[in-house]
């Protein structure tokens, strides 16, 4: 997949916080139709953006649905613009969000979610000289996979904004950017025979 961009307005986010946050209305754009979540291996992107303003942010959501349950969950990982600087932030959803973040040096990094037995790892991809990388370990999800049977996975580039439109600095519209889009899916692991 070649790059694309998503953009976010004011008061855009995926959050739910006690005792009464609940949203999720952050723009997203599909990197591939939803697979079963069994069949989920591994996921990578590029994000960058302009940051301005609190909050801002970009990245990699995991949205987990099941049709016969009441409830969904997700995981976002990207850059979340905090403190005046970018982060590399993860935010895992199941009740209630929790939240993470890593300082880093620049508006642009690389994320990267994989299965690794029983768990999701959450790794920022720091490119070295020629093709070496290093894959910095940020989180493990241990819950991400606790009921896979029935349970499937959108995999999508999202952007936020969760400002007031008065708080933002700078324009209105914050322009995510996304390119490098890896995703890795075991076939035949959701088929019935």
Do not use: C
């Not at 004011?10 to 609940?22: G, I, L, M, V």
């Amino acid at each position: 997949m070649s790059s694309l961009s998503v953009t976010a307005l004011p008061e855009t986010d995926a959050w739910r916080k006690p005792p009464s946050t609940n949203l999720f209305n952050a723009p997203t754009h599909p990197l591939t139709s939803p697979v079963p979540l069994k069949s989920f291996q591994r996921a990578r992107l590029t994000v960058s953006a302009a940051w301005t303003t609190r909050y801002d942010q970009g990245g990699l959501l995991l949205h987990v649905t099941n049709p016969s349950k009441p409830n969904d969950y997700w995981l976002k990982t990207g850059i979340e613009f905090y403190m005046d600087r970018p982060n590399v932030s993860t935010v895992g959803t199941q009740t209630w969000s929790d939240w993470s973040i890593f300082p880093t040096d620049s508006g642009k990094a690389t994320v990267e979610v994989r299965r690794e037995g029983d768990g999701l790892w959450v790794y920022q991809i720091v490119k070295g000289e020629g093709v070496d990388e290093e894959r910095k370990p940020l989180r493990e999800i241990a819950w991400f996979f606790a009921e896979e049977d029935g349970w499937s996975v959108d995999i999508k580039a999202m952007a936020a904004r969760p400002a007031k439109a008065d708080e933002v600095i700078g324009s209105k519209e914050l322009v995510v950017e996304f390119d490098g889009v890896e995703i890795d899916v075991q076939a035949d692991l959701g088929q019935e025979d």
